[in-house]
């Protein structure tokens, strides 16, 4: 069986692609993910997936891998919502999301080393914010501290309570890592995970 490389430190991330069950090992990609001059939203995480994904392989792949690399990205209007990293920066941030909506991108890339041959996909989930007061966004963020999460909040934690809606295909996507695409790619890597020789 091909060796399965997921080109992340996102716990997030790793959390997601245990529940497929397969083998997997975690490489940091050592990216810059420092948005360039007019750069957009879905751009960037687009961008970031595949400078993760090739940047692994050429540094850390092996013969027969499977690099798996995603990212992702928030937009609200024309400004990209980042990891805030801190208390003050997530409460202002989460702030100028209420009663707004804001579109993630979740960019993922799969390269097979040997062949050389690619996948890539971008996901959409549109998320609309329900209008929270400071004090409420602040008790928030002191019980979950989402500072490490694109948008400063956690989608599968306490942060549903700051939505109205979200509007997705695929309901990982908003996690870090789109498990309906990404299935239907290693399916066709003979990486299938209902296949009988893993039961």
């Known amino acids: 069986m091909a060796r399965l490389v997921l080109a992340s430190t996102s716990p997030y991330r790793r959390e997601l692609l245990e529940r497929l069950g397969l083998p ?6 050592g990216v810059d993910e420092t948005p360039k001059p007019g750069e957009g939203a879905q751009a960037l995480a687009q961008r970031l997936a595949r400078g993760k994904a090739e940047q692994t392989a050429k540094r850390a792949g092996r013969s027969g891998d499977v690099i798996i690399a995603a990212d992702q990205a928030a937009g609200l209007g024309d400004t990209i919502l980042g990891k805030p990293g801190n208390y003050a920066a997530a409460l202002d941030q989460l702030d100028a999301c209420q009663g707004r909506s804001v579109i993630f991108y979740t960019a993922t890339m799969v390269v097979q080393v040997d062949s050389g041959a690619r996948w890539q996909q971008v996901e959409t989930t549109t998320v609309q914010f329900r209008r929270r007061d400071r004090a409420q966004l602040s008790r928030y963020l002191e019980q979950e501290r989402p500072y490490d999460c694109a948008g400063g909040f956690k989608a599968e934690g306490l942060g549903i309570a700051l939505f109205e809606t979200i509007e997705s295909r695929d309901p990982t996507a908003l ?5 309906i695409w990404l299935t239907q ?5 003979d990486l299938d995970p209902l296949a009988a020789t893993r039961s």
Do not use: D
């Not at 996690?175 to 498990?179: A, E, H, I, M, S």
């Open 24 to 29: 997997f090992e975690t490489v940091a990609p």
């Open 175 to 179: 996690l870090g890592l789109p498990l």
């Open 185 to 189: 790619v290693l399916f066709e890597l």
